[in-house]
């Protein structure tokens, strides 16, 4: 079965510094992930996915995440916060069958100025 | 574009109380689902469904039922409202297939008192 480990439930940075954030994933067949951001009282929404196209997948909003098979890790990054990306991301990984998307716990993001 | 509908968007329940969360999209998509997001616990699948006619258990399926007759609609019924059930209930739905993006209704925060 597919999961994933989002690593920090919280995770604070600075305006304008390296925002990084942890996800692993276990799955015994290629596994097709995804990141998605949920602002305050809203749903979530599509930030990127890998579907092994490409390693190195960006998405919206200027973050982008690197597949590594080697370390099961599918982190997300973005080179520099803004404010407006103080938001909850949820790394999330879809079965082998292709309609049930299993998400991890989640990782809210603190933007200080 | 409305895409996935959810109403209503705030309820309060006494317990043993039942009701039914209505969802609608109009994307024609085959895959609906509905999570409940908890603090630290991310979104867990209550119940999906693959097409009219066609539904299924997912993580946390007791204390609720669904039904699909049609293609758009998608209920979410409390059969007898529990405070465990106190949560934020999202619908969701996809075309089928691995490398589908799901859509996300707004949220119903439902509170059982």
């Known amino acids: 079965a597919q999961s994933v480990t989002q690593l920090g439930s919280h995770v604070s940075v600075s305006e304008g510094a390296l925002v990084l954030l942890r996800c692993n994933y276990s799955s015994s067949v290629p596994p097709y992930l995804f990141w998605y951001v949920q602002y305050p009282n809203q749903g979530l929404q599509l930030l990127l996915k890998y579907t092994s196209a490409a390693t190195l997948v960006k998405g919206i909003n200027g973050f982008e995440a690197e597949f590594k098979k080697s370390e099961t890790s599918f982190h997300l990054t973005k080179p520099s916060a803004h404010m407006s990306d103080a938001a909850e991301y949820f790394c999330a990984v879809i079965n082998t069958g292709g309609f049930k998307t299993i998400f991890g716990a989640g990782t809210r993001l603190f933007v200080k100025a | 574009n409305a895409g996935v509908t959810q109403t209503p968007k705030f309820q309060v329940l006494k317990t043993g109380q039942s009701m039914t969360l209505q969802c609608a999209q109009d994307m024609n998509h085959e895959y609906m689902s509905w999570y409940r997001q908890d603090p630290g616990m991310g979104l867990r699948l209550i119940h999906y469904s693959v097409g009219a006619g066609i539904t299924d258990q997912g993580e946390v399926p007791n204390g609720y039922n669904v039904s699909r007759s049609t293609t758009e609609d998608f209920p979410l019924r409390l059969l007898s409202a529990a405070p465990s059930q106190t949560s934020v209930y999202f619908c969701?739905?996809?075309?089928?297939?691995?490398?589908?993006?799901?859509?996300f209704g707004e949220g119903s925060w439902l509170t059982v008192v």
């Open positions: 969701a739905s996809s075309r089928t297939g691995r490398e589908n993006t799901i859509y």
